[in-house]
């Protein structure tokens, strides 16, 4: 993503929900609508990759992620109630403590996993994000610069539009990885307190950066209203 697109001028995030007009059957809301192009498509298409992308971000650190940190968490705590019972000096008479650790190393390599499954997510957001670009440089010696300006794709954003507003996308989904590495690095110690791995926990789950700049905050209702076929399968 190491070119952008320095002749654009305006804001890189949305600005304005879109415009919902009424939707007659057959009556197109653009020109462009009655006669989808390639580039219509293509656009489409990768709107709709940087969707499946953004719900398999989610998938990875709910489901994987937060499986992984959960039982090194609670595989903690029980192994610190099962000393608790104790008398200070002595041991567990079965062999818990090897089992245990066995558990909580399995659930870290989990972890530093799901790290690596983010960073191959982001950099197809990236991808995907260039390629956009790409798509928008293709229509302007095709279409015309005037077209990708001004034109509206299928209702009110022009193709410019779309891909001046989705060039950010990937921002919220860094700082969140650089978030979540953070936590895994604090997980690592088996001596970290219940409270303080409770808190990170909870960090884990609200995924602070994608709460309102997220895919599904700040893009989905967008591309539901202003993309034809949006949910067509």
């Not at 992620?65 to 959960?70: K, Q, S, T």
């Not at 989705?166 to 953070?182: C, E, K, M, N, Q």
Request: aromatic share 6%; proline share 6%.
């Amino acid at each position: 993503m190491s070119k952008r697109l320095a002749s654009f001028h305006g804001p890189s995030t949305p600005t304005s929900s879109p415009v919902s007009q009424p939707r007659h059957p057959g009556t197109p809301a653009s020109p462009s609508r009655a006669s989808e192009t390639t580039i219509h498509r293509k656009a489409r298409t990768l709107l709709q990759e940087l969707r499946s992308l953004s719900h398999g971000w989610d998938d990875v650190v709910l489901v994987d992620g937060l499986n992984a940190a959960r039982t090194l968490v609670d595989t903690r705590t029980e192994l610190d109630n099962a000393f608790a019972v104790h008398a200070p000096g002595s041991l567990p008479r079965s062999p818990i403590v090897g089992p245990k650790l066995a558990v909580m190393e399995k659930c870290i390599v989990q972890l530093d996993t799901v790290l690596t499954k983010l960073q191959k997510n982001l950099r197809r957001m990236g991808t995907v994000v260039d390629n956009l670009e790409a798509l928008y440089h293709e229509a302007q010696k095709t279409k015309g610069p005037k077209w990708c300006k001004e034109e509206p794709l299928w209702l009110s954003w022009s193709l410019e539009k779309f891909v001046l507003s989705i060039g950010s996308i990937t921002t919220p989904y860094h700082r969140s990885l650089v978030l979540l590495d953070g936590l895994v690095n604090q997980l690592r110690s088996h001596s970290l307190s219940f409270e303080t791995s409770r808190l990170i926990i909870n960090q884990w789950i609200e995924q602070l950066y994608l709460v309102e700049n997220g895919w599904d905050a700040q893009w989905e209702d967008i591309c539901a209203v202003e993309v034809e076929k949006w949910d067509a399968r």
